[in-house]
């Protein structure tokens, strides 16, 4: 009985990491086919391409104006990320410390944006964002990725926020401190790791969301993904290869971002904190 069960849990465990890797290799290969048509001057029937080149690069800056596009990106980008942590951190320290009724139905309608397929919400958003004029610019595409990452960072804040012992706010109040002074000096400090983690979630978020953006961005207000799925489907002809390229640029200009947050954010602070007790 032991070696069946022994046997029965090797093929499990074989079958398991056999699907991941499948999984893995479909995903680096994927990735590696776009790379290389990139820098492909002509790739037809064959394993490599018959040379390389770095034109398409130059040709997918210059016809899709990536120049515009990664500025209006990163304005969107920090717009929305420093708005979420100026509004979800001092709503989850409400949320955190104050029972108040109805509490729970308010908690649950924070899990509704990010439960419901973007999509679903965000044909009714578009439309009351037009109808006030704001759809096509740069604010209504902001707007539009707050409702999500708002209630993100909520939610990701309150149990590192109710990891804080009370009495460590108390005992700052009675030294005179008032609750900005305790928020700034005391808190902040305390939560930092939580909110750059926060905040480096709603960064990638927000680069990665096209449907919202797609909804109620116009031609000024695009960002770098709502750019590439114009540039894939729009009408005319264009060539593979500097579609491609343009991929890379938009999957590149992630990578950086977490390189650059990760530099400051240690993912496994997230766990500690987790674990960590309030002191007695």
Known sequence: MIRGKSLSERLWAA?????????????????????????????????????????????AWTEFQLDDVMVV???????????SGLIGVPAAYAMARRDFPGKRLVMLLFLLPLLVPPITFGIPLATVLYRTGLAGSMSGVVIANLVPTVPFVILVMIPFIEQVDPRIEAAARVFGAGTFQLFRHVLLPILAPGVLAALLLVLVRTIAMFELTFLTA???SQTLVVALYYAVFAAGVRSVQSIDAMAVIYMVTTLVWLVIALRFVNPTQIVARAKQQPAE
């Open 73 to 83: 990106t990163f304005q969107i980008v920090f717009l929305v990320v420093a708005l």
């Open 218 to 220: 116009g031609p000024t």
């Open 15 to 59: 079958a398991v990491w056999s699907l991941i890797g499948f999984f893995i290799l479909n995903l680096f290969g994927l990735i590696a086919t776009v790379v290389t048509s990139s820098f492909a001057t002509r790739w037809l029937g064959t394993w490599l391409p018959a040379g390389w080149t770095t034109r398409w690069y130059t040709a």
